[in-house]
């Protein structure tokens, strides 16, 4: 008899017919569960397996408390690890569940472009255009032309005190429709920007009326293909109007 074939007989809720099958099962369910979630495979499936399988334990584990059998072995960990039955575990599991039921809320949009805009539009993150929704995948792209890790810091608002993190930034590059190679002037205007001369407060006030303007100069102009020329101002280039747009 394998180890956690000893664990599942313990917990006498299975009939012995089921006990070596549910063994051999339930590690490997894990296991693919748990490697779908470290590759962030986007559909709710891996999240929703995990949060059955946080509530199965619970529930096995919970009604072995009522019986008062604490003396068992949980196999949670390796056999050689033993950890037996208490309410905190039981706890521990429903407390886990629930974080991914709220993390599969607060991520449920429609797999649908048109109503991931409105999507956007409904939660106030647009500047009364249309948005790109920022998927991972873009915002990945983004980020991969920025050394540092995204969560540093590249400004900072006086009044507010809310900070621009790299991953922000890049968040909302890809929401104002910047192509990756943007993202190196994008970080350049920010920083720029959170300079004291600047005067980053008195720019965004509501009751100013004034509009920052971005001067790119030297050959990144070019590769990232901004309008220097004829009808300088004027619509139809996406690297002048996204950056533009963002900044």
């Not at 109503?115 to 991969?144: E, F, K, N």
């Not at 100013?208 to 990144?220: D, E, F, Q």
């Amino acid at each position: 008899m394998m180890p956690f074939q000893g664990v599942v007989a313990n917990y006498r809720l299975l009939p012995d017919a089921m006990v070596a099958p549910a063994a051999h099962l339930i590690p490997p369910v894990e296991l693919l569960l748990g490697a779908t979630l470290l590759l962030g495979l986007a559909f709710p499936g891996p999240e929703l397996g995990a949060a059955a399988l946080l509530l199965l334990f619970a529930l096995a584990m919970g009604i072995n408390l009522r019986r008062g059998r604490r003396h068992i072995d949980c196999g949670c960990f390796q056999s050689a690890l033993k950890q037996t039955l208490s309410w905190t575990l039981v706890m521990r599991n429903v407390v886990l569940a629930s974080l991914v039921g709220v993390a599969l809320s607060s991520n449920d949009v429609p797999d649908d472009l048109l109503a991931a805009i409105d999507y956007c539009y409904a939660q106030g993150w647009t500047d009364g255009l249309p948005v790109i929704p920022p998927v991972m995948d873009r915002v990945h792209a983004m980020l991969a032309y920025e050394g540092r890790p995204p969560e540093a810091v590249i400004a900072t608002h006086p009044a507010t005190g809310l900070q621009l993190t790299v991953h922000s930034a890049a968040v909302n590059a890809v929401m104002a429709g910047c192509l990756p190679e943007y993202f190196p002037v994008l970080v350049a205007a920010f920083e720029a920007m959170d300079k004291p001369p600047f005067n980053f407060h008195g720019s965004t006030a509501s009751t100013g009326g004034s509009a920052p303007l971005l001067i790119v100069s030297g050959p990144v102009a070019d590769d990232i293909g901004m309008n220097a020329d004829v009808n300088l101002f004027g619509p139809g280039n996406r690297a002048n109007a996204t950056i533009g747009r963002l900044s």
